[in-house]
Antibody, heavy 123, light 112 residues
């Protein structure tokens, strides 16, 4: 069974750093893109960026570039989303999702998704 | 690309149909491969989004036949032929023809 399992909920203070994870299983992790999505409290979904673990090719939504870092370690089938300096406005649920890298664009959809990691930033 | 959904909420009696519209600020049709890159997701309360429809009209694995995606160019529709109680949640359209991918604001479906 293909699965993405994310790290657990975290409570941090403004100014602290954080790295959350997304571990894939049931497939060849290096051969699929992993995307990250933010959902602020009571709000909709926003793409943060995507990474191809095979060669670490990474693309960021311009709205998030410089605010977060996306990385991956294909040796342990895990992708990461990282902040150097958290702000209260980073409070959200963060989801990861898998996307194929086929030549057939019609099949390059995001599925499955991880269960989400709630991040709370509060003093 | 801005994705605009209507309505933002709707309440439907079980067994009745439901329809959600999504409009893109530019065409999602890829002339190179003839595909239209809009997907639909359902996010149930407290859960991650789940893929319903991909590439305009293909149902994802395990999705009931009562869900149907249609449209062309910049205007798309998700139709549920007969709503069931398990269909409650927020529905999102999403474009993936151009990065950054973008979602609609979401449409909340409630049962009357």
């Amino acid at each position: 069974e293909v699965q993405l399992v994310q790290s657990g909920a975290v409570l941090k203070k403004p100014g602290e750093s954080l790295k959350i994870s997304c571990e894939g299983s049931g497939y060849t992790f290096a051969h699929y893109w992993i995307g990250w999505v933010r959902q602020m409290p009571g709000k909709g979904l926003e793409w943060i960026g995507v990474i191809f673990p095979g060669d670490s090719d990474t693309r960021y939504n311009p709205s998030f570039k410089g605010q977060v870092t996306i990385s991956a370690d294909k040796s342990i089938n895990t992708a990461y989303l990282q902040w150097r300096t958290l702000k209260a406005s980073d409070t959200a649920i963060y989801f990861c999702a898998r996307r194929p890298a086929t030549a057939e664009g019609s099949f390059n959809y995001f599925d499955p998704w991880g269960q989400g990691t709630p991040v709370t930033v509060s003093s | 690309i801005v994705m605009t959904q209507t309505p933002l909420s709707l309440a439907v009696t079980p067994g009745e149909p439901a329809s959600i519209s999504c409009r893109a600020s530019q065409s999602l049709f890829d002339s190179e491969d003839g595909e239209t890159y809009v997907d639909w997701y359902l996010q149930k309360p407290g859960q991650a989004p789940k893929l319903l429809i991909y590439t305009l009209s293909y149902r994802a694995s395990g999705v009931p036949a009562r869900f149907r995606g249609s449209g062309s160019g910049t205007v798309f529709t998700l139709k549920i032929s007969r709503v069931e109680s398990e269909d409650v949640g927020v529905y999102y359209c999403m474009q993936r023809i151009e990065f950054p991918y973008t979602f609609g604001q979401g449409t909340r479906l409630e049962i009357k």
